[in-house]
Each structure stands twice: as C-alpha cells, then as structure tokens.
C-alpha cells in the first residue's frame, strides 16, 4: 500500500526538466487555489520564475479560508487572509488575484465555482494551467477544497476541444513528471509565504525548503517544484 501511495518521478531526471521547461514558456498563466497561501506553499517558486520571465501570472483562490487557523487571532479572518494573499501576490509578481469568495470548506459544493473558473478562463486564454491534481493526489494533506479545485479545473479542461487545450499541470502529485527549478525564486517564494501570519506565524518558508530541496535532489538541482504534466 505504502509503495503505492509514495511519491515517485515517472519519468528521467533529464525529461523532468524539459517538462518543466516548457511549463515555464508559458506566456499567459492561470494557477487555481482553493485558499489563500496554497500557491505560494505549492509553487511559489514556480509563479515567480514565470513573472520573472515576463508571462502574465493569474490565479484563482477559490474561498478566503475563513475555517482555517487563525494564529493571529484576526477578527475578521477572511479580510485578515484576503490581505495576507494580496502582499504575497505582490511579492511574487501575479498580474491579478481573481477571488471567488466560496465558502471554506465547500468551495465545489455547487455550480459556482465551475462558472466562475469559466468566466476567467475564457477571457483570459491562457496557455498554461496549473492546479491541484485532483486524480494522483499525493499525501500527507488532502483538503476536499484543494482535489475539488483540481477536479473542476479538469473536467472543464477535458471539456475543450483537443487542439485548443492549454498544457495542464498538476501539483501535489504522486505522479511528477516536472521539475522546475526554483533555486533563483527560494527566498522570493519564502518570503511570499511568510506573508501568510494567521497561518503559520510567518514560519512556513524555512520548513517548505526542506521540501524543495527533496525535490532539487532528485533531478541533481538545488530546490524543485513538481508537476504531472499532461499536455
Ligand atoms: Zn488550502
């Protein structure tokens, strides 16, 4: 069961790059997050290169994680988390945060979040998306919000007509097929994570490394994001 479950690259170090080389040509982009610092957590590393690199980064935060802890003790802790995703975002160069205000905790509980994906989407064109991978999901965290982001982000992808299908990258896999290199972005993205107090104190950056450098180590980079590409 375990070996099932265990996180494993299916493809060659070498091709892992290339994939997440061409994640990184993309020129419009649109990431899909189901709470605030899920992105940044995930692939913080990742969003900055593409800015750094001159695309358009948009992203989606499905709900402002109004369930979540509240370390701060904020009294209003959807304001409070909204304004800790805007300085991250700003930090990491995203071109627009789109909020859609779901609730925490049911953010694919009805039609909302699938017209809403579509309103963005379609006036947006993007060539790459990256979301949660809702199939191969990879443990230890599951969040119904985070594999119901991914699952409605794919259904809508599989919707489209082949040829006119962005390429789609999944994070949190089991399943990585892409790497990209984050070691220029570390301290940006840790930074931007750091922004996220009510959750984490501004802590999170120094324990997310410790996972971006497993990942660096198994393609021979010093820290990664990985991906399971599937176009
Ligand atoms: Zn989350």
Same mark, same amino acid.
């Given at each position: 069961m375990w070996v099932f479950f265990r996180t494993q690259l299916t493809v060659s170090p070498e091709k892992a $790059? #290339?994939?997440? !080389?061409? =994640?990184?040509?993309? +020129?419009?982009?649109?990431?899909?997050?189901?709470?605030?610092?899920?992105?940044?957590?995930?692939?913080?590393?990742?969003?900055?290169?593409?800015?750094?690199?001159?695309?358009?980064?948009?992203?989606?935060?499905?709900?402002?994680?109004?369930?979540?802890?509240?370390?701060?003790?904020?009294?209003? $802790? #959807?304001?409070? !988390?909204? =304004?800790?995703?805007? +300085?991250?975002?700003?930090?990491?160069?995203?071109?627009?945060?789109?909020?859609?205000?779901?609730?925490?905790?049911?953010?694919?509980?009805?039609?909302?979040?699938?017209?809403?994906?579509?309103?963005?989407?379609?006036?947006?064109?993007?060539?790459?998306?990256?979301?949660?991978?809702?199939?191969?999901w990879s443990l230890p965290y599951l969040h119904p919000d985070h594999q119901g982001s991914g699952r409605t982000v794919y259904e809508y992808w599989r919707s489209m007509r082949r040829e006119s299908r962005p390429s789609l990258f999944f994070w949190q896999s089991r399943r990585p097929n892409a790497v990209v290199d984050i070691s220029d972005t570390l301290t940006t993205k840790e930074r931007a994570l750091n922004q996220h107090f009510t959750q984490n104190l501004g802590r999170a950056g120094a324990r997310n490394a410790a996972i971006s450098s497993q990942v660096g180590h198994q393609v021979g980079i010093g820290y990664g994001e990985s991906f399971r590409r599937l176009q």
């Open positions: $790059l #290339a994939n997440g !080389r061409h =994640l990184l040509r993309g +020129r419009t982009v649109l990431a899909v997050a189901a709470h605030p610092d899920d992105l940044e957590w995930y692939v913080g590393g990742t969003l900055r290169r593409l800015s750094d690199e001159g695309a358009r980064v948009h992203v989606i935060v499905a709900s402002f994680g109004e369930k979540g802890p509240n370390l701060t003790h904020a009294g209003n $802790l #959807a304001e409070t !988390r909204e =304004l800790e995703q805007l +300085r991250a975002a700003r930090i990491n160069g995203y071109a627009q945060v789109h909020f859609f205000g779901l609730p925490d905790k049911g953010v694919v509980d009805g039609p909302a979040m699938r017209q809403k994906l579509t309103q963005v989407w379609q006036s947006l064109n993007p060539d790459i998306v990256l979301t949660f991978d809702p199939v191969l």
